[in-house]
């Protein structure tokens, strides 16, 4: 009798700990996805050819300016006023309470000519909608889909899309009132 | 009951095609024609030459009567317009239909799409084929749209829905046309021949969409703005008293180019292509999104199509 009740004990005591064992896994499971950010993938095939958008950029090439090796100040603070950049005055408004999001989320610290996506990889400045879709993930499916964006050349080939700050301020992304182009009207002939 | 209906529609057609249709006014014409070609044969330029009055109904056109006519148009374009031009005449694509999709989540009315399609296909400037209404949101009655509305755009509350030719695949205004002068081609483009148009602008009744436009006077275009890649059936620039409207740009779409509204458009709002490819990006957006047609009640069978997203 006193066997079986041991038995049962030591059942039970297995039990309990092959539970706790399989929840610390869960947990850690969970956190890894949670930690792994939504990239795209270099590999993946996209259908129509990106619009370049470095020839577009002012000062483009930064190194021109920034030495390479240049020791960046890590420290998170407030965007200073700067006159060589001073088309540069807001900063993804939406977001300017929140003291973790500064330049260093974007732009690579050492490299000034890339970009820096969460998991650390260096892209260029011609990939921006890689960088964009780590949080804008649904616009990001719309435009591989040309639901949300701009596809010019032609509707049958020769295909061109444009990427993301082709359109969009990559410091100020939301779209400004426009004045929009005066309506047709009939003029009174003189 | 529709289909018996479009062949009896074909076979009105073709035999009023067939028919050699006897003009009332063919002395009244006839005589008018030769005495201008003898008293004043230059002076007016909008009189009507022997060739241009004799001439047949597009359908019905040889490849050398094309190549005179173009020539006859290419040379009247540089006399009047001072303008040297290239009429073309591209037939549809084999395995090509057109649809246009519009995301009126991203339209903010700036007119761009306005502006272009003036300049692309040498319309008076007093008017243009796509009409931008501002709509107030939570409503769809397009009676209660504006297209007057002026500072700046996107406003507050307001969603703004540009309305064309919707190319339909019923499309009543060739059904109303009593001398055959439109007709929908083979990739659902309605066209019309402006040589063989009466101006009677019954088309312009019948169109639901107000998409088509009569030349009370002739079209004033600035010189220095003609768009000299004419297609015959689309942008040639119109006589005085014809009916026109959006082609989709045929004389650019039908070569694998975009229309011009849509290159003109800043937002990506516009969306154009081939519905029968299904890898392309109409037949995507018309596969996963919510698109609706206007006015889908009176089973025009529009081929364009509007969206959120």
Redesign the interface.
């Given at each position: 009798m006193i066997l079986i009740m041991q038995m049962i004990k030591i059942c039970t005591m297995l039990m309990i700990v092959l539970i706790i064992i399989s929840c610390l896994f869960f947990n850690t499971f969970l956190h890894a996805q949670e930690d792994t950010p939504a990239t795209v993938s270099s590999q993946e095939e996209l259908p129509n050819e990106i619009i370049k958008r470095t020839p577009k950029i002012e000062m483009y090439r930064c190194d021109e300016c920034h030495d390479s090796e240049e020791s960046f100040n890590s420290k998170i603070r407030p965007m200073a006023k700067d006159k060589d950049h001073e088309s540069i005055t807001t900063f993804h408004p939406e977001k300017k309470d929140d003291p973790n999001f500064w330049c260093n989320n974007c732009h690579a610290s050492k490299n000034y000519n890339k970009l820096i996506l969460q998991s650390e990889e260096k892209i260029s400045f011609n990939e921006s909608y890689r960088l964009c879709g780590q949080c804008h993930g649904p616009t990001l499916k719309d435009w591989k889909n040309n639901i949300h964006g701009k596809v010019v050349g032609g509707w049958l080939n020769n295909k061109k899309q444009h990427s993301c700050t082709s359109c969009h301020n990559a410091h100020d992304p939301k779209m400004k009132q426009v004045d929009p182009i005066p309506e047709p009207t009939r003029s009174k002939k003189s | 009951m529709t289909t018996d209906r479009s062949k009896r529609n074909k076979l009105f057609l073709e035999k009023k095609l067939e028919e050699k249709i006897e003009r009332r006014t063919f002395l009244k014409g006839l005589a008018t024609g030769l005495g201008l070609a003898l008293f004043s044969p230059e002076k007016t330029a909008n009189a009507l030459s022997f060739d241009e009055f004799w001439q047949k109904h597009y359908k019905e056109l040889t490849p050398e009567d094309k190549k005179r006519i173009f020539e006859r148009i290419e040379k009247q374009t540089l006399e009047r317009h001072h303008t040297e031009v290239k009429i073309s005449d591209h037939r549809p694509m084999d395995g090509v239909e057109f649809v246009y999709c519009l995301?009126l989540s991203?339209c903010?009315?700036?007119?761009?799409c306005?502006?272009a399609c003036?300049k692309e296909n040498n319309t008076d400037?007093?008017?243009?084929y796509i009409k931008v209404l501002e709509m107030e949101n939570g409503g769809f009655n397009l009676e209660k749209g504006t297209?007057?509305?002026?500072?700046?755009?996107?406003?507050e509350g307001k969603f703004y829905l540009p309305v064309q030719c919707n190319q339909c695949d019923n499309p009543p205004c060739v059904k109303a046309c009593p001398v055959a002068a439109t007709w929908k081609e083979k990739d659902g483009i309605v066209v019309i021949d402006y040589d063989w148009c009466i101006g009677c602008r019954y088309c312009q009744a019948a169109c639901p969409y107000e998409a088509r436009h009569f030349n009370f006077r002739t079209p004033e275009i600035p010189e220095n703005e003609i768009n000299p890649d004419q297609g015959y059936l689309s942008n040639r620039i119109r006589p005085r008293g014809v009916v026109e409207k959006c082609t989709f740009c045929l004389h650019r779409?039908r070569v694998?180019?975009?229309p011009a509204c849509l290159?003109a458009?800043?937002?990506?709002a516009r969306?154009?292509?081939?519905i029968l490819d299904p890898e392309?990006?109409v037949a995507?957006?018309i596969k996963?999104?919510r698109v609706f047609v206007l006015k889908e009640e009176l089973n025009t069978l529009p081929r364009f199509y509007y969206f959120f997203?």
């Open positions: - | 995301n991203k903010n009315g700036n007119r761009k306005v502006e003036q400037r007093s008017f243009s297209t007057h509305y002026l500072g700046p755009v996107p406003k779409t694998g180019k975009l290159e458009c800043p937002t990506g969306k154009f292509g081939n392309s990006d995507k957006i996963n999104e997203s």
